[in-house]
Structures are given as C-alpha cells and as structure tokens.
C-alpha cells in the first residue's frame, strides 16, 4: 500500500517585487506532518494547464517562498502560471515514492475576493442557462520557447512566412498552446472596408467571456458549432476589487487561407456549421 499523501496546499499566491523577481510562496493544511521532511519543485508555463516546465528543484517544503529572478522576456500581455509540487523525502534525501502533492496553478496577484466569485459564477450561469454562451476553443499564443527551424530570422527575431505549417507565422514551434473550451457571446458581426493599396473587406465581432483564461491580443478562438475562427484584436478586462471578472473581446473572423485555421482540433470536438438553406421566389 502507498504511502498516505499528508502534506496538502492550502493556497499559492505569486506577487511581483521587480519585472525581474517574482515571489512565489505557497501554504499547507494544518497538519502535524513535519514539512521539513518534504522537497518542493516550482514550475512555471505561459499556458494555465500545460507546457510547465520545472525551474527549481529540491527546494525545503517549509522555506514556503521562492524567487524567480529568471521570468523570460515577454510581451507585455502575457501571463505566467507557476504551479509547485511537493514530495516527501528520506534521511538521504531520495524521493519516497507515491508522496506527491501538486498546487493548482496561479498567475501572477490571482486572488478572489468572496464578492468577485459571486459575479463569476453568476456570469458562468447567466452563459450557459440562457444558452447565450457559445461553447469556443482559445489558442493561446506561444511568445516563449524554442524558435521556429522553417521561418524564424535570429537577426530580425521574428517569423518570415504567415502560413509556416511549424510554427503557424508565430516564430515559435507549435504556435499555440493546447486549446481551452470556454463558452463565448458573441455579438452580430460588423463588416467593413478597409481602403489602402487595395480595398479589404475584414469582417469584425465583438463577444463577451468570462475570467478564465486571460486573454492577449493575436491569440486565436474557435467557434466550434459555427465552424469559424477568429484573431484577437484587443480584450478589455472588467473588474471588481481589483479581480478579473469578465473579459469584452473584438474579434477579427479570420480568411479561409489563414494557416491558424489549421491548429488542431481535440478529437471529441464535431463542428456541426450552421445550416442556410436557400429558397426560391415565386411570382
């Protein structure tokens, strides 16, 4: 029989000193386990659920803070997660197997005021009764990670070709993390021209989601029963304390041609596109 996993967190909170140093510290249940006999190992990702990757290893359960003097250089909307793991360790400080103890992840001041999940949830419920939210995939965009071999310049340090089948015009392999569902208001479209060398006819939608996750300028959304994809042009965040509670997005409808439309798509999603059928007048 395995090991009873004791050492349970209790929260994890990720504060900003510097652009340079950000400060994780994290807290357990009460328990009369000695956190002295655990390791911790923090990891951090640009995506809330996948592509952690381990920073620190080894690290004394009961130090309860770590300072990450090393984030990557980023834009200035993205958002970093950090997640910490702990497991207990022997005399000789070897890992004792079926111990582990994982955090959820959080971003950088991610705390909930009682008032501000209550406006959460009401929101997830307003979307999903009313049936006005429409079940969505989000792409999150890749602005850290190994370069892309195909199109990626060192010199001017940025991708070279829009429709690269690596990193999908991102300059980063992948392009884009793995995709979220999310449910999506989204508004009647609006159409217009664009005049410069030549006339465009770009086809804009505003839409309304909730808190989770953060979204960026140029990540990506899929409407799944609709069958049509969309860039990020610009999020506005409505808050309450300080607390993210929904987000207002404008949504550029992305050309047939456009390679983000190639992103892949989790094999239990069936896009079933809407239905026109076509009618003839008769005098």
């Known amino acids: 029989m395995g090991h009873q996993v004791v050492l349970i967190f209790e929260d994890l909170l990720v504060e900003a000193i510097t652009a340079r140093s950000i400060v994780v510290s994290w807290m357990f249940v009460p328990t009369l386990e000695?956190?002295?006999?655990?390791?911790?190992?923090?990891?951090?990702?640009?995506s809330?659920?996948?592509?952690?990757?381990?920073?620190?290893?080894?690290?004394?359960?009961?130090?309860?803070?770590?300072?990450?003097?090393?984030?990557?250089?980023?834009?200035?909307?993205?958002?970093?997660?950090y997640k910490v793991t702990a497991e207990q360790v022997d005399a000789g400080g070897a890992v004792i197997p079926n111990t582990a103890t994982e955090s959820t992840a959080k971003r950088l001041r991610q705390t909930y005021a009682p008032a501000a999940l209550h406006i959460i949830k009401a929101r997830e419920i307003y979307f999903?009764?009313?049936?006005?939210?429409?079940?969505?995939?989000?792409?999150?965009?890749?602005?850290?990670?190994?370069?892309?071999?195909?199109?990626?310049?060192?010199v001017e340090q940025r991708a070279t070709r829009h429709d690269c089948p690596v990193c999908y015009g991102t300059g980063r392999i992948g392009g884009y993390y793995s995709p979220i569902r999310v449910l999506v208001q989204y508004h009647p479209a609006e159409r217009r021209n664009q005049v410069g060398s030549s006339i465009t006819e770009p086809t804009y939608v505003m839409a309304h989601m909730?808190?989770?996750?953060?979204?960026?300028?140029?990540d990506v959304v899929f409407?799944?029963?609709?069958?049509?994809?969309?860039?990020?042009?610009?999020?506005?965040?409505?808050?309450?304390?300080?607390v993210t509670t929904s987000q207002h997005l404008q949504l550029r409808e992305l050309d047939p041609q456009n390679k983000e439309q190639d992103l892949p798509l989790p094999s239990d999603v069936?896009?079933?596109?809407?239905?026109?059928?076509?009618?003839l007048v008769s005098v």
């Not at 984030?71 to 993205?78: C, D, K, N, T």
């Not at 909730?210 to 140029?218: A, E, K």
């Not at 799944?224 to 309450?240: D, F, P």
């Not at 069936?270 to 009618?279: E, I």
């Open 223 to 242: 409407e799944i029963n609709a069958g049509k994809w969309y860039l990020v042009n610009s999020v506005s965040q409505r808050e309450y304390l300080r």
């Open 270 to 279: 069936v896009v079933a596109r809407d239905v026109h059928s076509s009618h």
């Open 34 to 46: 000695l956190t002295g006999n655990y390791r911790v190992k923090i990891s951090r990702s640009l």
């Open 128 to 154: 999903r009764h009313l049936k006005i939210g429409r079940e969505s995939l989000v792409y999150r965009r890749r602005t850290h990670g190994q370069t892309c071999p195909e199109c990626y310049d060192p």
């Open 210 to 218: 909730g808190h989770f996750p953060l979204l960026s300028p140029r």
């Open 48 to 81: 809330p659920d996948t592509d952690f990757v381990d920073i620190e290893t080894g690290v004394r359960a009961d130090q309860f803070v770590f300072v990450d003097q090393d984030p990557p250089e980023l834009s200035r909307w993205a958002t970093l997660y």
